[in-house]
T-cell receptor
Framework: DQQVKQNSPSLSVQEGRISILNCDYT??????FLWYKKYPAEGPTFLIS?????DKNEDGRFTVFLNKSAKHLSLHIVPSQPGDSAVYFC??????????????FGTGTRLTIIP | GAVVSQHPSWVICKSGTSVKIECRSL??????MFWYRQFPKQSLMLMAT?????????EQGVEKDKFLINHASLTLSTLTVTSAHPEDSSFYIC????????????FGAGTRLSVL
């Protein structure tokens, strides 16, 4: 079962505008959520995270919003820049008794910023 | 900072042979390392978690005798796919987390395994 879903495989946004990437999840027990960005031939790089007890976290041009009742989170990038063109992965984390976490990933959204 | 190197990036092997994939944290001490697998059009799936000096913990459905994980030092973990078969062909990717990293995992670039 796909516990984390990114329903938009791709998204194109004009440079300077806002990019909004969406993610839905099914397990209300997730402890925190992360967004990763991936360029071709590179590993995913961490962008921003949010605890399940928060509804917003902001870091520069990146803001993540969490709507627990809807089991939905979104990543806002504003203003969008050409270097933001990449694949974005949403991940949900479950903390385990031993102290380690299990990340469950979505399938990614390819963001293209149009100059 | 927080660079994870994975080697090789691509490997082709014959059915029945074993393949070793290395994952190194270059500029931090990785107290915990994770191994994931990704099939085409699917998301990354966690295979196992290893703490330095301890045995790995495998996810349900992952054969520990098939996928041997060693995390003998704070900078190196290895995944050995033993007696590989074509159904083991996949993309394998590791991640590492250091102390005080607030549960942020840093990923390698992955290894594409093709078993003929």
């Amino acid at each position: 079962d796909q516990q984390v879903k990114q329903n938009s495989p791709s998204l194109s946004v004009q440079e300077g505008r806002i990019s909004i990437l969406n993610c839905d999840y099914t397990n209300s027990m997730f402890d925190y959520f992360l967004w990763y960005k991936k360029y071709p031939a590179e590993g995913p790089t961490f962008l921003i995270s949010i605890s399940s007890i928060k509804d917003k976290n902001e870091d520069g041009r990146f803001t993540v919003f969490l709507n627990k009742s809807a089991k939905h989170l979104s990543l806002h990038i504003v203003p969008s820049q050409p270097g933001d063109s990449a694949v974005y992965f949403c991940a949900a984390a479950l903390l385990r008794p031993g102290g380690n976490e299990k990340l469950t990933f979505g399938t990614g959204t390819r963001l293209t910023i149009i100059p | 900072g927080a660079v994870v190197s994975q080697h090789p990036s691509w490997v082709i092997c014959k059915s029945g042979t074993s393949v070793k994939i290395e994952c190194r944290s270059l500029d931090f001490q990785a107290t915990t390392m994770f191994w994931y697998r990704q099939f085409p059009k699917q998301s990354l799936m966690l295979m196992a978690t290893s703490n330095e000096g301890s045995k790995a913990t495998y996810e349900q459905g992952v054969e520990k005798d098939k996928f041997l994980i060693n995390h003998a030092s704070l900078t190196l973990s290895t995944l050995t796919v033993t007696s590989a078969h074509p159904e083991d062909s996949s993309f394998y990717i590791c991640s590492a987390r250091g102390r005080g990293d607030k549960n942020i995992q840093y990923f390698g670039a992955g290894t594409r395994l093709s078993v003929l």
